[in-house]
């Protein structure tokens, strides 16, 4: 997962995008505008990371379907640490009310054990 904060120059939206594996396959990716301003790349980082997690939730349920049941978190590696914080840590909560509450829905289902957030150096 990774997003390009305020990159579009004309509307300065954030371009957020992820891939899943199965084994070395590619089976699900999207590189999409977000539709709304961040107003920081933590924001940013945080609503890409919630739309990866639909998508493993999504995934998960086509798996299920397909009888293939996924016992262990779903790996989303992450370059932001504070994205990591956010979801693991219900203290940095009381100081980010101004992310909206569906936002949220990572930490619910980082709880769950449903994903794994693991962070990856982006500096060479």
């Known amino acids: 997962m990774d997003v390009d904060w305020a990159c579009n120059v004309s ?8 891939m899943f594996f199965i084994g070395s396959g590619a089976i699900s990716w999207s590189s999409k505008k977000q539709p709304t301003i961040a107003l920081s ?24 379907d397909l009888g293939q049941l996924v016992y262990a978190p ?16 219900l203290v940095y909560h009381v100081r980010t009310k101004h992310i909206n509450v569906h936002y949220h829905f990572i930490r619910e289902k980082f709880l769950a054990r449903e994903i794994n957030l693991i962070h990856v150096n982006t500096k060479g």
Do not use: H, M, P
Not at 11 to 18: H, L
Not at 53 to 64: A, G, M, P, R, Y
Not at 74 to 89: G, K, S
């Open 74 to 89: 779903i790996v989303i590696y992450c370059d932001n640490i504070n994205n990591i914080l956010l979801a693991n840590n």
């Open 11 to 18: 509307d300065r939206k954030s371009t957020s995008g992820f």
């Open 41 to 64: 790349s933590t924001k940013a980082k945080y609503r890409s990371t919630t739309i990866a997690t639909c998508e493993i939730v999504w995934l998960q349920k086509v798996l299920s």
